[in-house]
């Protein structure tokens, strides 16, 4: 069973920064991809960064890149993404997860964090 431990998470003022991190084990696979999703209130979820265990490749959507960055330990199955510059916009429950990339940056989601919060204020 795959199962996710997410921290790092809470409420900062627009600007400032947070660092997430998610710890996965019973990864089932040695090749994969892990990173992280986002999902406001009202609207859908979607893909923030994520990153490729094999070659370390990134990925991030438009509205984060060069204020997120992404990192991981393949050792401890670990990833982490570092948050700097947040805006309101950014306010959302974020979620690891687990699976593998079926295009360059692109990102099949096999198993999902249970989320934690991020709350920026204006």
């Known amino acids: 069973e795959v199962q996710f431990v997410e921290s790092g998470g809470g409420t900062v003022q627009t600007g400032g920064s947070l660092r997430l991190s998610c710890a996965a084990s019973?990864?089932?696979?040695?090749?994969?991809?892990i990173g992280w999703f986002r999902q406001a209130p009202g609207k859908e979820r979607e893909g923030v960064s994520s990153?490729?265990?094999?070659?370390?490749?990134?990925s991030y959507a438009d509205s984060v890149k060069g204020r997120f960055t992404i990192s991981s330990d393949n050792a401890k199955n670990t990833v982490s993404l570092q948050m700097n510059l947040l805006k309101p916009e950014d306010t959302a429950v974020y979620y690891c997860?687990?699976?593998?990339?079926?295009?360059?940056?692109?990102?099949?989601?096999?198993?999902w964090g249970q989320g934690t919060q991020v709350t920026v204020s204006s």
């Open positions: 997860a687990l699976g593998k990339w079926t295009k360059e940056g692109i990102m099949r989601v096999d198993y």
């Open positions: 019973g990864v089932p696979y040695d090749d994969y991809a």
């Open positions: 990153i490729n265990s094999n070659d370390g490749r990134t």
